[in-house]
């Protein structure tokens, strides 16, 4: 690829976050175009290709990542197949946006670090798409300044209208708390060090087995708290609302009028949106974008990630596996996670059957 050369994409998973992102780079992301489509049903690749002209169908995804007319790879397939597909594109020394979550369990997703330290150069991004949302970014910027003074609590909730019924307990956490857990790290720059799930009175929407709601309790290195509401059957819309409560005042996102701060007396109103991929439309196309620029810019042998990387992958799979024992135990659970500074220069600059996001 040179410079001029649009970016040739592979994308493997063409279900509904696939599927949209194929019409995404075709439609809406200068510089990149779809080469390759691969699926693991045959007829969903083949409807989908159809929409992205010259673009090939592969249907074994180790294949399509080696295509040689394939400078990058998007990986929407499903969670247990993306960690080897990762190591693939690795291996392929090829960049990858992954969405979450990198690996289903910290091991796989800490060799992926390992793996991508050793090639000396940043190739593995995730698919935290908040960190591009307008919203979140100028809550950042709030914290960052100081405009808020020293933030003390964050208080969460992510609602979906509803799931699967295959969904279980642990993918609430593995495929929707994983969100709040990577926001508490974008927002608040530190490491989250234990977490505690709580379990209130089903929901008799829930399918049977599954704890939801579920009420999670993030603590930080520095003492910070986060508590998350998460209710994946709530039968209204999609809600993802934050609060951050500082020394000098509070500011809150997510209420679909933009940022609101509490400084004086008001009232608001709307509809509350549909699903996530009206809520974070904008999102998702400035982390493709932005993607895709990185690559261009890192050429054939610089850091080809702007934004979450392989670290801030495995930083959330390691607290939602302590999520998952406290779920089970019913128990505080301190993260197991090794030192950073014992991988060397993978992740991002700093902390500063899937489910509906």
């Known amino acids: 690829?040179?410079?001029?050369?649009?970016?040739?994409?592979?994308?493997?998973?063409?279900?509904v976050m696939g599927a949209d992102?194929?019409?995404?780079?075709?439609?809406?992301?200068?510089?990149?175009?779809?080469?390759?489509?691969?699926?693991?049903?045959?007829?969903?690749?083949a409807q989908v290709g159809a929409t992205a002209r010259d673009a090939q169908l592969v249907a074994d995804p180790f294949e399509a990542i080696a295509v040689e007319d394939v400078d990058a790879v998007l990986l929407a397939t499903p969670s247990a197949v993306h960690a080897e597909q990762v190591l693939a594109c690795l291996h392929a020394g090829k960049p990858v946006l992954c969405e979450k979550p990198l690996a289903?369990?910290?091991?796989?997703?800490?060799?992926?670090?390992?793996?991508?330290a050793e090639l000396g150069r940043r190739l593995v991004q995730v698919g935290f798409m908040r960190r591009f949302d307008h919203e979140h970014e100028r809550l950042k910027s709030l914290i960052d300044t100081g405009d808020l003074g020293q933030p003390l609590m964050m208080h969460c909730a992510h609602r979906n209208p509803a799931v699967s019924p295959r969904c279980d307990s642990a993918a609430v956490i593995t495929n929707s708390v994983v969100h709040e857990i990577d926001a508490t790290r974008f927002l608040l720059g530190e490491e989250i060090m234990a977490i505690t799930v709580l379990r209130p009175t089903p929901s008799s929407h829930a399918?049977?087995?599954?704890?939801?709601?579920?009420?999670?309790?993030?603590?930080?290195?520095?003492?910070?708290?986060?508590?998350?509401?998460?209710?994946?059957?709530?039968?209204?819309?999609?809600?993802?609302?934050?609060?951050?409560v500082g020394e000098?005042?509070?500011?809150?996102?997510?209420?679909?009028?933009?940022?609101?701060?509490?400084?004086?007396?008001?009232?608001?109103?709307?509809?509350?949106?549909?699903?996530?991929?009206?809520?974070?439309?904008q999102a998702y196309d400035s982390e493709v974008q932005?993607?895709?620029?990185?690559?261009?810019?890192?050429?054939?042998?610089?850091?080809?990630?702007?934004?979450?990387?392989?670290?801030?992958?495995?930083?959330?799979?390691?607290?939602?596996?302590?999520?998952i024992r406290s779920l089970e135990t019913w128990d505080r659970i301190e993260v197991d996670m090794v030192p950073r500074s014992i991988i060397g220069r993978s992740g991002s600059a700093g902390a500063a059957p899937d489910q509906p996001e």
């Open 1 to 15: 690829m040179s410079d001029t050369q649009d970016l040739r994409v592979a994308v493997l998973g063409v279900g």
């Open 21 to 45: 992102h194929v019409d995404r780079i075709n439609r809406r992301i200068s510089g990149a175009r779809v080469t390759v489509i691969s699926d693991a049903s045959p007829e969903r690749a």
């Open 104 to 116: 289903t369990d910290a091991e796989g997703a800490l060799e992926i670090v390992r793996r991508e």
């Open 207 to 244: 399918a049977e087995g599954l704890q939801d709601p579920q009420l999670v309790i993030l603590e930080t290195e520095t003492g910070r708290m986060v508590d998350i509401e998460v209710f994946v059957n709530a039968g209204v819309g999609y809600e993802v609302r934050t609060e951050v």
């Open 248 to 281: 000098r005042g509070s500011a809150m996102i997510g209420l679909d009028v933009g940022l609101v701060r509490r400084t004086e007396p008001g009232s608001w109103g709307g509809q509350i949106t549909p699903g996530f991929r009206e809520r974070f439309g």
């Open 290 to 323: 932005r993607w895709v620029d990185a690559i261009h810019a890192g050429g054939r042998s610089g850091d080809c990630v702007d934004g979450p990387g392989s670290w801030d992958g495995y930083a959330a799979a390691a607290v939602c596996a302590a999520g």
